[in-house]
């Protein structure tokens, strides 16, 4: 491939130039079929292997027990926001929620169709800038599941582990912009979902794991597409599946595997941050979130003053930084360092922000 820049992108976002490359021999011809991914019937058994080969890197990846069901479904981390409400949170029951940011917001309101919602932790107060401790978690006596947002795009915090559920409870998590970075016991949960565009492959796709037990919990008469036992039994194929974005997914994940895998990663982002989080020390730079909160999967910062943030946006686009615009909703700068992110784009990163310090400090 020709020089590319470096793409901090929070999302759609960065993916293996390695992966980009298979997918656009797979496009006019996949697995020497002589018909392209996109083209191939979901009913075929050239594309029902793509999906097979895809579900089973993911489990090897994440080391997903066979009681657990892989989906990859459609509409993104915001239908799942109704969609578990939907099956597990009965008209008489609770479920809690950690409101760590914009999105935990959403699908706390997204569950109140459904339910009573009880707000078990929010760091609201402080501006989302830290994540809550466990003495600050205050669940209620029998909830449905207690579900929490794993890293916080907007505010750049992530749990460092996971909250504890009610021992009669199980935990729900939006995975979407940290799944997969760091190694996960996934029978800590009881349904893990994440939109696939951050760090496992196109917009468009979503992965949702759950324990199948769960699947014989529903709750109320749902239509056909809402219903997560009804994709489980036919695995993923109810209706036409997000054919391209399975097939790049299946791609990522042993792309995943050959870099090592989830612990490697772990330690490859934990590096990446620290090269960016280590350019904002000293009086120029304010990292939004708070030290023992901040993410290494984006980096919120500012500089002192708005008009500084416009010009250092500007200024990095023009050297081949893009996507450091941080979200619409509180500006300032945000570098997303998902997987495929390298090292190198880190370290331009802090280099650049190190000499428009001196320049414009």
């Known amino acids: 491939m020709s020089e590319r820049p470096y793409n901090f992108s929070a999302g759609p976002a960065v993916l293996p130039p390695e992966v980009l490359q298979e997918a656009r021999g797979a496009l006019l011809d996949l697995d020497g079929s002589g018909i392209g991914v996109l083209e191939h019937?979901?009913?075929?058994?050239?594309?029902?292997?793509?999906?097979a080969e895809a579900e089973a890197a993911c489990r090897a990846l994440a080391n997903i027990p066979e009681d657990y069901a892989v989906l990859f479904l459609q509409g993104g981390a915001a239908?799942?926001?109704?969609?578990?409400?939907?099956n597990f949170l009965p008209e008489d029951g609770v479920?809690?929620?950690?409101?760590?940011?914009?999105?935990?917001?959403?699908?706390?309101?997204?569950?109140?169709?459904?339910?009573?919602?009880?707000?078990?932790?929010?760091?609201?107060?402080?501006?989302?800038?830290?994540?809550?401790?466990?003495?600050?978690?205050?669940?209620?006596?029998?909830?449905?599941?207690?579900h929490f947002t794993s890293n916080n795009t907007i505010y750049g915090t992530q749990w460092a582990r996971e909250p504890e559920p009610p021992e009669s409870s199980w935990l729900a998590c939006d995975a979407s912009s940290d799944v997969f970075s760091r190694p996960i016991e996934i029978a800590r949960y009881g349904l893990?979902?994440?939109?696939?565009?951050?760090?496992?492959g196109p917009a468009g796709v979503t992965l949702v794991v759950l324990r199948r037990a769960l699947l014989q919990r529903a709750v109320r008469e749902l239509p056909a597409m809402l219903r997560y036992a009804l994709h489980a039994e036919n695995n993923s194929l109810y209706n036409?599946?997000?054919?391209?974005?399975?097939?790049?997914?299946?791609?990522?994940?042993?792309?995943?595997?050959?870099?090592?895998?989830?612990?490697?990663?772990?330690?490859?982002?934990?590096?990446?941050?620290?090269?960016?989080?280590?350019?904002?020390?000293?009086?120029?730079?304010?990292?939004?979130?708070?030290?023992?909160s901040r993410s290494h999967m984006n980096a919120v910062f500012r500089t002192p003053s708005a008009e500084l943030d416009s010009r250092f946006v500007q200024e990095a686009e023009a050297a081949g930084l893009r996507g450091l615009r941080g979200h619409r909703s509180v500006g300032g700068?945000?570098?997303?360092?998902?997987?495929?992110?390298?090292?190198?784009?880190c370290l331009a990163l802090a280099e650049f922000m190190r000499d428009f310090a001196r320049r414009a400090g």
């Not at 990522?252 to 090592?260: D, P």
């Not at 941050?273 to 023992?292: K, S, T, W």
């Not at 700068?333 to 997987?339: E, G, Q, V």
Request: charged share 20%.
């Open 192 to 200: 893990l979902y994440a939109g696939a565009q951050k760090n496992l």
């Open 333 to 345: 700068m945000r570098a997303s360092l998902y997987n495929a992110f390298p090292r190198a784009g």
């Open 41 to 51: 019937s979901h009913r075929g058994e050239v594309f029902r292997r793509v999906l």
């Open 240 to 292: 036409t599946p997000p054919a391209f974005g399975i097939y790049v997914m299946g791609r990522v994940f042993a792309w995943l595997q050959r870099q090592g895998g989830l612990a490697e990663m772990a330690r490859r982002n934990a590096e990446k941050a620290q090269i960016v989080y280590a350019a904002m020390e000293g009086d120029f730079y304010r990292a939004v979130a708070h030290p023992n």
């Open 95 to 146: 479920a809690d929620y950690l409101v760590t940011g914009a999105w935990s917001k959403k699908a706390l309101a997204e569950a109140r169709h459904y339910g009573a919602v009880h707000i078990a932790a929010s760091g609201a107060k402080g501006g989302f800038r830290e994540i809550p401790g466990a003495a600050e978690i205050a669940c209620s006596a029998a909830p449905s599941y207690v």
């Open 79 to 86: 239908t799942q926001f109704h969609m578990l409400p939907a």
